[in-house]
């Protein structure tokens, strides 16, 4: 079992910038997981693929943050994070954190979420 538990969300201006963290349970291993992402939600609309980072550091990202948004892990503190830049009001939702583990079966893991809200 895998928690992982999202932090840094809240308000900003348009052309901002926002950290989100996304720390695992310390029993978890990051760098062995399958893929960690960041995914976002709006009301009314299906959850979207952000950014995600493979156990190999290969990362991709939805076009529409591609040379604004920047995923990455800390080592030492077992942690995936979304630097976000440049922010826009159309970026505003709620962020969630996933973890893809295993490896004949594939386990789905999700973070509580946190809110981001980008004010024009």
């Known amino acids: 079992q895998v928690q992982l538990v999202e932090s840094g969300g809240g308000l900003v201006q348009a052309g901002g910038s926002l950290r989100l963290s996304c720390a695992a349970s310390a029993s978890a291993n990051i760098f062995s997981f399958n893929t960690m992402g960041w995914y976002r939600q709006t009301p009314g609309k299906q959850r979207e693929l952000v950014a995600t980072?493979?156990?190999?550091?290969?990362?991709n990202y939805v076009d529409s943050v591609k040379g604004r948004f920047t995923i990455f892990r800390s080592v030492g503190r077992n942690t995936v994070y979304l630097q976000m830049s440049s922010l826009k009001p159309e970026d505003t939702a709620v962020y969630y954190c996933?973890?893809?583990?295993?490896?004949?079966?594939?386990?789905?893991?999700w973070g509580q979420g946190t809110q981001v809200t980008v004010s024009s």
């Open positions: 980072i493979t156990s190999g550091g290969t990362t």
């Open positions: 996933n973890a893809v583990v295993g490896i004949t079966t594939r386990y789905n893991y």
